[in-house]
């Protein structure tokens, strides 16, 4: 039988669409409307691992999930720091069973924001983030500017649900009574939708922004001729664009966190954002990448009081980024194991921390093969979330919704996994 | 369980400082019962506490969290056979949230603001809360739904609405916060009186509010309108409040309660024309109270050292970090409201803030029916809920107070009526304040009191009110109230000599409110036309799904009288 499921939500990136309509069809995906290309690809999935599997004399061998579990519970158990990393793409559920289990075990959880947002998230204790959700913009804002980033390839429908080409109440026209500033240092797509495009020097978006501020300060006069290759001419008009729009919105990606400057690139954003708000109405928005990085911060910072990073070795959580964060803990071989959920650390993190990661024992929890199944000493797979199994996730601005469970599965939760590992961690304490 | 020989309070059932046997059967106050006795002879026994009005989950508090890890490094405790671990001061982590009510002897704590978009996160962090029982007001007053039912003066609609909007957000009232500013910063601008137009909309503040109130008692909900004045915290600000309090003078009450709750009254109740001559109005105000009978305040006590201000006032925290040069965190929320988030450090030698904490005290000592009055720091915006007994302490000693006034800047004596006030509140009017009050104002009619069956919510104390005379023995009274002999929870006990020892899972209270279906309908269908057009969600994604709720306890109301369907 045939079943049309409305109002789906999509569980790719950031913009965590919850308009999709899915077709389901004798327990299995035949259709996806709605979807951008990401999210369908995703929504229909592609090949799984099949059985639980445990290395033994350097092969992967199959598995029962009882095995698996314990397996997964004596790496933990038998180590003195472990690193329970990812979160990004998983629901907010899981999470929070894996910050008991950290807290049991006394490791550290991180998330995939330490490798991409991690900046903002620092900028933003630098000097607080002025936001709204995106609904807000799509209904007022008459400015965007997206500044080092580029939906037109990596959020495919933000542009249309939310921003440039959305339209709303004070909008009515959308695209039409909008204006779009791109700025980054290369002509994306997202520029061809540009009213205006201003291509800057890579690594001098510090630089730019502080002249922003200058001129919005009323202080251009103080600027050179001439700012890292763009005339003070052309700031003062970007600026004058920012300063009479009656909403303004800027949307930043990793060209901001991860050029030269990161976190301060971000922090000075921040600030521009803030002093626009003496002139007019202005926000900024971080374009979070998984679709439910943003989440993951929010349970741990509920839980622990940190959104990162957080250690529990102390038995009380310790935050320091730089020390607790992943990819330093992996790079000072500060941590003995590691669990891998939802996440793919091997494409993703520096060579000398994946190197390390390959020289612990490992466990992933995934529903897919992914080069970090290469060195897994432990492999679970597990449902996909918002597909196979319930959970909530929270969109890129904060907007916390419930995902739904379209199709039965053989494959137990993330929940239900990381519940197992805790139980059998709890019976091996027992035992000695 | 038997609570014997103690020096029981009990205001809302006649009993002042008698010494009298408590039993409790299945969780709630019963004639008699056998099992665990515990010995409180001649300690202080009341209800457990109940916090009608502190900002303990949702957004904004995670903002403050992500904002403030320096706030997280205060109050760190690590984790116990019973408890997770905890962190912050004025942004603790959910944990210590519910821990740090219980070692005060709450059991009872609502949040005080959530915008019903934003509801399913309040929950997530509600259900994350260990031990008190608690609830969350949902925001109304900047929502375009109500503002355009005001203009047309469609009261039957915007019933429907409110209701639908509560069973949407599981929300247990209606709060309003500086109406119509909320949609009229989505400009980066303000409302500057109750009458002024709300830009767009065409409705004023005072029509918002008067609306909302009508539907309220229209609702028959059991907490009445919850209400964030208007040009709160600015100097002069009084005669909004009073002007504000007129509005609402002949609406008659659907229960036996107040027609207004009055949030954090402290903030607005200023005089003067600026920051230079900012002086107290609070013997104004009042006066006022004891004049009418139609509202209650909670005081939004100030404490000096560091605070979080974080609130849907966004024009106000937009202020706050422009006077304070602080970090400022701003969030508009579509169609519904505005917020922010500000981290601040309230100084004894800074004149307005010595004359703010002059305020909340002359609010507390000048009104003269403690049942008007409910004691609260509106955590964290006027400090940290731990301090409470600082506050008792305060209240129950002139002498006291006098020790701190030494320590401030001297306008507190001259701009405030503070320094003449010779009141000394006893027991019983802590025990109305704290407890007994807030449960009637809140409408929670088994808590705050222990009559037979009502819940077996109570707080025993280290302190003899035989022996002790707060007036002078200052300083045992904070360090009594601070950690509590016992607190038992819903028959339970959870704290044992200051420790926890049990973290039960509390429940969550939230109103079903009934209207008839054409009014629904009515509502329903332009409230599509704005899912359709304006909202960046689905209508079918928008209502908290029961699974955020592990323990609800819900509350019937509605248009017509019903009998509590079970």
């Known amino acids: 039988m045939r079943l049309q499921i409305e109002d789906v939500l999509c569980t790719f990136c950031g913009c965590l669409c919850d308009d999709i309509r899915v077709e389901v069809d004798g327990g299995r995906i035949e259709k996806v409307r709605g979807a951008c290309r990401l999210g369908s690809s995703k929504i229909m999935g592609h090949s799984r691992i099949k059985s639980p599997m445990i290395r033994v004399n350097g092969e992967l061998r199959e598995a029962s999930y009882e095995e698996a579990y314990r397996k997964a519970a004596e790496i933990l158990v038998s180590a003195k720091h472990p690193l329970l990393y990812g979160w990004a793409s998983t629901t907010c559920e899981a999470l929070k069973k894996g910050i008991l289990l950290a807290e049991e075990i006394g490791g550290v959880v991180d998330t995939t924001a330490t490798v991409c947002h991690g900046p903002s998230i620092i900028g933003i204790e630098e000097k607080g983030l002025v936001g709204s959700t995106l609904g807000q913009i799509k209904n007022r804002a008459d400015l965007i500017v997206f500044w080092g980033c580029n939906p037109s390839e990596a959020h495919p429908r933000h542009t249309l649900r939310y921003s440039s080409n959305a339209s709303g109440r004070f909008i009515p026209e959308g695209r039409k009574d909008r204006k779009v500033l791109v700025i980054d240092v290369r002509e994306t797509r997202t520029a061809r939708n540009a009213d205006r495009f201003l291509r800057i020097q890579p690594g001098t978006d510090y630089e730019m922004i502080s002249a922003l501020r200058m001129i919005i300060g009323g202080k251009a006069e103080s600027l050179p001729e001439d700012v890292a290759g763009v005339s003070r001419k052309e700031l003062v008009e970007i600026a004058e664009m920012m300063r009479s729009a009656k909403f303004g919105a800027i949307f930043f990606g990793l060209g901001l966190t991860h050029s030269r400057g990161r976190y301060k690139n971000v922090d000075n954003a921040l600030s521009l954002v803030s002093e626009l708000n003496s002139h007019t109405k202005f926000v900024i928005m971080a374009m979070r990448g998984h679709y439910n990085v943003t989440g993951a911060g929010q349970v741990l910072a509920w839980s622990s009081g940190y959104p990162m990073a957080v250690d529990y070795a102390r038995g009380a959580p310790y935050y320091n980024p730089g020390e607790t964060s992943c990819c330093d803990l992996l790079s000072r071989r500060d941590v003995d194991a590691a669990m891998i959920i939802a996440s793919d650390p091997a494409s993703n993190l520096p060579r000398g921390c994946v190197e390390a990661l390959a020289e612990m024992p490992v466990i992933q929890i995934d529903p897919f093969e992914n080069p970090t199944t290469f060195f897994a000493d432990v492999v679970i797979p597990s449902a996909i979330a918002g597909i196979e199994a319930e959970g909530t996730a929270y969109r890129m601005d904060g907007l916390s919704l419930r995902l739904r469970k379209l199709v039965d599965t053989e494959y137990p939760s993330d929940v239900e996994i990381l519940q197992a590992i805790l139980d059998n961690v709890r019976r091996l304490r027992d035992d000695n | 369980m038997i609570i014997k020989g103690g020096i029981v309070y009990d205001p809302a059932n006649g009993i002042f400082g008698e010494e009298m046997d408590i039993c409790i059967e299945n969780g709630r106050i019963a004639e008699d019962a056998g099992g665990e006795v515990i010995d409180a002879r001649g300690l202080l026994v009341m209800p457990g506490g109940v916090d009608a009005h502190s900002h303990i989950a949702g957004p904004k508090l995670n903002t403050g969290r992500i904002m403030r890890p320096d706030d997280s490094r205060m109050g760190t405790e690590p984790r116990t ?34 915008p019903i978009i934003e509801a399913r996160h309040t929950h997530e962090e509600l259900e994350e809360i260990p031990i008190v029982d608690k609830g969350a007001l949902t925001l109304f007053g900047s929502n375009w739904t109500v503002m355009e039912c005001v203009r047309e003066n469609d009261m039957e609609k915007l019933a429907a609405y409110v209701a639908w909007g509560l069973r949407a957000a599981r929300g247990y009232g209606v709060k309003i916060v500086n109406p119509g500013g909320g949609e009229a910063w989505g400009f980066g601008s303000n409302v500057k009186s109750i009458h002024d137009p709300v830009p767009h909309f065409d409705v004023t503040p005072a029509q918002i509010i008067r609306a909302l109130a009508e539907v309220n008692e229209r609702l028959r909900l059991p907490h009445s309108i919850h209400l964030h004045f208007n040009n709160l915290g600015r100097p002069g600000n009084y005669t909004t409040a009073i002007e504000t309090l007129e509005l609402l003078k002949d609406i008659k009450p659907s229960r036996m309660r107040q027609v207004v709750h009055v949030a954090h009254m402290q903030f607005s109740a200023y005089g003067g024309t600026g920051w230079k001559d900012f002086e107290s109005k609070a013997s104004v105000i009042a006066d006022y109270f004891n004049q009418t009978d139609h509202a209650t305040m909670d005081l939004g006590q100030i404490i000096f050292g560091p605070a979080t201000t974080m609130t849907a006032d966004a024009p106000l925290e937009y202020a706050n970090a422009r006077i304070g040069h602080q970090k400022w965190s701003n969030h508009d929320i579509e169609l519904e409201e505005s917020s922010g988030v500000v981290p601040w450090v309230y100084m004894r030698k800074m004149p307005v803030n010595a004359v703010q904490w002059a305020i909340g005290l002359e609010l507390a000592l000048l009104t003269k029916d403690p049942w008007k009055v409910v004691m609260t720091t509106d955590h964290p915006n006027g400090g940290p809920f731990v301090n409470y007994p600082e506050i008792i302490a305060l ?62 919510d109570i707080s025993i104390y280290n302190i003899r009110p035989d022996e002790i005379d707060p007036s002078k023995d200052h300083a045992k009274v904070k360090a009594g109230m601070s950690r509590a002999k016992y607190t038992i929870k819903g028959g339970a006990v959870v704290v044992r000599d200051g420790e926890i020892v049990a973290a039960p899972q509390g429940r969550t209270y939230w109103v079903d409110a009934a209207v008839p279906e054409r009014d629904m309908d009515r509502m329903l269908s332009s409230l599509k036309e704005k899912f359709e057009r304006y909202y960046s969600i689905r209508m079918s994604n928008y209502m908290v799904q029961d699974a955020y709720l592990s323990n609800p306890f819900v509350v019937r109301a509605g248009v017509q009288p019903l009998k509590e369907v079970i």
């Open chain 2, 81 to 114: 056979g019973v408890c997770r671990p905890s962190t912050g001061y004025t942004v603790p982590n959910c944990y210590a949230i519910g821990y740090r009510y219980a070692r005060l002897g709450y059991t009872t704590a609502f949040e005080a603001a959530t």
């Open chain 2, 395 to 456: 209240l129950m000693s002139r002498e006291k107070r006098e020790e701190e006034m030494k320590t401030l800047h001297e306008v507190v004596r001259s701009r405030s009526t503070l320094p003449s006030i010779e009141r000394e509140i006893d027991w019983s009017e802590i025990v109305i304040m704290t407890r007994a009050a807030p449960a009637r104002i809140l409408g929670l009619e088994d808590k705050g009191h222990l009559g037979i069956g009502a819940d077996a």
